[in-house]
């Protein structure tokens, strides 16, 4: 095949060039040498083009559908979709990518009305009118981004290793791919350590491939998005073992003639798995305290521009995709190898491809979403919020833009301090200094899968989401997660929960809530733990666990309180007084949250509940007082009468005589209450005091028409009650003022009580 070279660059081990081929094709080659000796040229694996057809779902909305197609992060470049947005008459300027949203929005529509021609559609008709028309739109970004991929250049940098392209439309990096993520770009194989040929891991990878051929994207979607991936790879296989057509039975032998000759099919499994698995890299992340000012200075912005940031999240986004679908087809190829009687004792070897399977495809869509806008106002809100629960390794967030991927966030932030932390401890542990691009990049990468591999370290990841204010894509992931993951849970229902309670899902966040403890509490969450130290104090461990139990169940009502949710402070009241005894002094608190709310929302009885069953005697004439202020205001006076209080009959009588001597005669009732409630007890003669009590003061403070009408109904009333009462206790007292008493005392020279008796 004849080529044109187009660009060459040297260095002193590699030479890097571009050709283009006979058949338009360009294709990027590098050879290394050392001194005399001369390798081989291998091909670099180029970046494909985003696909040409989108296959929407029946029930997506295609204008979202298409929207987050053609702005996924890192598909199309934002000139590309200028130029498209240009073939619409359209010139667009400098724009935000919400902006660019909008402008596609209204150039699509307006495409839309025009082909309608103002006719009726059905509602099937208007949707592939749709489709039409934005298939349009993201075609001419295709075109285009093509366009801008030629090659016309490229630069080696000898300093850091690092091989730049020169498009068209910008810059693509060259960078080392690990043998396992060259699998699904060419038919190589791997070599793996161990005792195994490297023709045989050739063949069998090369009869997974064969299998997934067999299958459309449907069933391969299924095996991707299921909670159970051995059960439904179990189905696909048991589907593909009873299929009789004619390309089913060449699969057969062509698969049975690559698997032959492999010696120890169960020993390659093994260590494929192996090299699947990430969790031997943890190991690769050293500890060890950095004492190198230098080696610190040197790479505290290594990775650290938006470029960078890009490309990293590029490539674990390459990384974890290739390494999926290696493993979705080993998973395919073992459950019909199985099914076929062929291997025996797989199933853990299927257990673990199937948690790769789930975590590399949970890692893939973190990498694929774009983020959610957010206010600096909200962020900061909702970092107050956090600093308020103690949950301190969520840090501040940049401001938040759509265009990037949430992996791209996560590297703004803490996890890109986090890793270059890493990085420096890594490097000093070696003791010497590394290539930036051949070394310091593919280690960067294998840190990054550490620190967001999802069976390890789900909560950290949660906590980044809800940190960046990112509730729907926290939701989604923990929906994502769920099947698989058994440690940290209740730390993930604490963070959901907070995620359920900025999104207005207060049901859901109750539950969150609820489902977060179970008593005796806690176990060894960090997270929770933190919760519930609120100010870290060193007697907080001393703590029993109901102790720590009532922090938590306040900190939630604390939440909900902000919110002004107050069924659900109810609910998590009514769940918390549960977990302790009846007499138990520490439930007083919750019991008096529980009296507020339903005398908040009118449920007097239940308020009255609570009210009795406080075990803390202060706390109950506190809500005492609240209770009848409350009932006298929305004149519930017959329902305080009825009402017993047991062992608190004193200090109802004297909070309701407190409010009467102390509010407006005319406005308020609680005279007329004081002498209902003596009349409901049958204790005439103090009915009788009161309104006489109730008449004097009108007739001092209250001068007028309506307080004369008054008097007389009070002592009207007075009588009507003394005449009930039995005739030793028909007598009132009657109070005298002091300057009364004394001028008798003067006058007559005797002691006379500061009183009349009035029969």
């Not at 506190?622 to 305080?640: A, G, M, P, R, S």
């Not at 209902?676 to 007028?704: D, F, I, W």
């Amino acid at each position: 095949m004849e080529r044109n070279l187009v660009d060459m660059c040297c260095t002193n081990s590699e030479v890097w060039a571009i050709w283009n081929e006979s058949d338009g094709g360009e294709c990027v080659k590098h050879l290394t040498y050392d001194g005399e000796l001369c390798h081989a040229w291998k091909k670099a694996t180029l970046s494909s083009l985003p696909p040409q057809d989108v296959f929407v779902s029946p029930n997506a909305e295609p204008r979202t559908f298409f929207l987050d197609a053609i702005f996924k992060p890192g598909r199309f470049s934002i000139s590309a979709i200028h130029k498209a947005l240009e073939l619409y008459g359209i010139a667009v300027g400098n724009t935000s990518v919400q902006q660019l949203k909008e402008i596609a929005t209204a150039a699509t529509e307006r495409e839309l009305q025009t082909s309608a021609n103002s006719t009726q559609l059905h509602h099937e008709q208007f949707r592939e009118l749709q489709i039409q028309c934005w298939t349009k739109l993201y075609s001419c970004c295709c075109q285009y981004q093509e366009l801008m991929n030629h090659f016309v250049g490229l630069f080696v940098d000898p300093a850091t290793g690092m091989v730049g392209l020169c498009k068209e439309g910008g810059l693509s990096f060259m960078y080392p791919v690990p043998s396992t993520d060259s699998l699904t770009y060419e038919h190589l194989g791997v070599c793996l350590q161990g005792d195994v040929s490297l023709h045989d891991s050739e063949n069998l990878l090369e009869a997974a491939r064969l299998t997934r051929d067999q299958l459309d994207s449907e069933v391969l979607e299924s095996v991707l998005s299921s909670e159970d991936p051995v059960a439904v790879a179990t189905e696909v296989a048991e589907a593909i073992a009873n299929t009789q057509s004619k390309e089913n039975m060449s699969y057969r032998e062509t698969l049975e003639s690559l698997l032959l000759p492999i010696g120890d099919v169960h020993k390659l499994l093994a260590l494929l798995v192996a090299e699947l698995d990430p969790s031997y890299e943890d190991e690769m992340i050293e500890t060890a305290d950095v004492q190198d000012s230098e080696t610190q200075l040197a790479m505290s912005q290594l990775f650290a521009s938006p470029v960078s940031e890009r490309l990293l999240a590029d490539i674990v986004g390459r990384r974890c995709l290739a390494r999926l679908m290696v493993t979705t087809d080993l998973l395919l190829l073992i459950s019909l190898l199985q099914h076929q009687g062929k291997v025996q004792n797989v199933n853990r070897v299927l257990y673990k491809l199937s948690t790769l399977l789930q975590n590399y495809h949970t890692l893939h869509w973190l990498c694929c979403q774009s983020v959610v806008p957010t206010s600096p106002l909200s962020l900061e809100n909702n970092m107050r919020q956090l600093a308020a629960l103690n949950i301190s390794s969520c840090s501040r967030q940049p401001p938040i833009n759509s265009d990037c991927s949430l992996l791209e966030l996560y590297l703004r932030g803490r996890g890109g301090q986090e890793l270059r932390g890493a990085i420096v401890r890594s490097v000093t542990s070696r003791g010497g200094q590394s290539s930036v691009w051949s070394e310091l990049l593919p280690q960067s990468v294998t840190i990054l899968l550490a620190q967001l591999w999802p069976s390890s370290n789900s909560v950290s990841v949660c906590q980044f989401l809800l940190s960046a204010c990112q509730h729907t894509h926290l939701q989604d992931y923990i929906a994502e997660t769920k099947s698989f993951i058994n440690e940290g849970k209740d730390s993930i229902n604490f963070l959901l929960a907070q995620s359920y309670l900025h999104t207005g899902e207060v049901e859901k966040a109750t539950k969150c809530f609820l489902s977060a403890v179970s008593y005796p509490v806690y176990s060894s969450e960090d997270l929770l733990q933190q919760v519930i130290a609120g100010g870290g104090k060193d007697g907080e461990e001393k703590s029993s666990d109901k102790e720590k139990l009532l922090k938590y169940f306040l900190k939630v009502i604390g939440l909900f309180e902000q919110t002004s949710s107050h069924l659900a402070v109810i609910k998590v009241a009514k769940t918390a007084v549960m977990c302790f005894d009846k007499d138990d002094l520490q439930s007083a608190v919750l019991w008096s949250i529980l009296f507020k709310y339903h005398l908040h929302l009118s449920y007097y009885e239940d308020a009255y509940m609570d009210m009795m069953n406080n075990p803390d005697l202060t706390r109950r004439k506190e809500c005492l007082h609240h209770f009848v202020v409350v009932l006298t205001d929305q004149n519930q006076l017959k329902l305080i009468c009825h009402l017993n209080y047991p062992g608190m009959e004193e200090e109802i009588v004297r909070v309701m005589e407190d409010r009467a001597r102390s509010m407006d005669l005319m406005k308020h009732k609680y005279y007329d209450l004081l002498y209902c409630y003596h009349t409901t007890k049958q204790n005439y003669r103090k009915a009788a005091s009161v309104m006489y009590e109730y008449g004097l003061r009108l007739g001092r403070e209250a001068p007028g028409t309506l307080s004369l009408k008054k008097q007389a109904n009070c002592y009207c009333m007075c009588l009507t009650a003394l005449h009930l009462a039995q005739p030793q206790y028909a007598w009132v007292v009657v109070p005298v003022e002091l300057e009364e008493i004394m001028e008798k005392v003067c006058c007559q020279h005797s002691c006379l009580l500061p009183m009349l008796v009035v029969q």
